[in-house]
């Protein structure tokens, strides 16, 4: 033992590109939607994001890992990211644990439509996001455990395509910020976001 702690892997993380129902303001969680369009135009910004990153760090696309959460839209945003930077478009790794955080019977609904079935229930949400759970969904604090327990058997920087949810629960996971107040984390699409020494930098 020298005493030197390792340095955590680095994140690459990017959130899936626009899809219908994040134009219609519908709570998506594990819902399997496509992107549209502007989504996979989005991935494309994002590939050409990462690769000024990595030559900027002095790597190449090909030194890195790269893991999806296995919903579509996320899986379609990964596939065009490495196109876009000349991999193949398999060679990634699916990981169940970055899927996004499920909001159960809420899933397909606007918040509009949710405050129709009960008024005070974004009120509820807001006193305590972090551990608030949707009827038949999850808690921030149980995606923190389960995307937490996938970092901490990374080995390499990674890239990552996943979700506004999961990426929140990471920010919390490394410590980056308070619990509660990483459920607030702006989490936008076409844009990378990098995960580094207990910092979270964005990139557009």
């Given amino acids: 033992m020298n005493g030197l702690i390792a340095a955590k892997p680095v994140l ?10 994040n134009r219609e303001g519908r709570l998506q969680g594990r819902h399997d939607v496509p992107l549209n369009a502007e989504g996979r135009a989005q991935a494309v910004r994002c590939a050409d994001i990462l690769s000024g990153l990595l ?19 996320a ?3 990964m596939e065009i990211v490495r196109t ?24 397909g609904l606007t918040y509009e439509d949710v405050l129709r079935r009960d008024p005070n229930v974004v009120a509820r949400r807001e006193a305590s996001k972090w551990l608030f759970r949707p009827p038949g969904g999850e808690t921030y604090q149980e995606v923190a455990e389960r995307a937490g327990a996938w970092y901490a058997g990374l080995t390499n920087d990674t890239v990552v395509s996943a979700h506004g949810g999961t990426a929140r629960a990471l920010v919390a996971y490394l410590g980056m910020t308070e619990p509660e107040a990483a ?6 699409q076409g844009v990378v976001y990098v995960f580094e020494s207990n910092r979270l930098t964005r990139y557009a």
């Fill in 75 to 77: 899986r379609q945003t």
């Fill in 183 to 188: 459920t607030h984390q702006s989490i936008e």
């Fill in 12 to 21: 690459y993380y990017v959130r899936h590109g626009l899809t219908d129902w």
């Fill in 55 to 73: 030559a900027r760090d002095g790597r190449t696309p090909e030194c890195v890992a790269y893991v999806s959460s296995p919903l579509s839209r």
């Fill in 84 to 107: 876009t930077l000349g991999l193949p478009i398999t060679g990634y790794d699916v990981e169940p644990r970055l899927a996004e955080i499920a909001f159960g019977e809420w899933e």
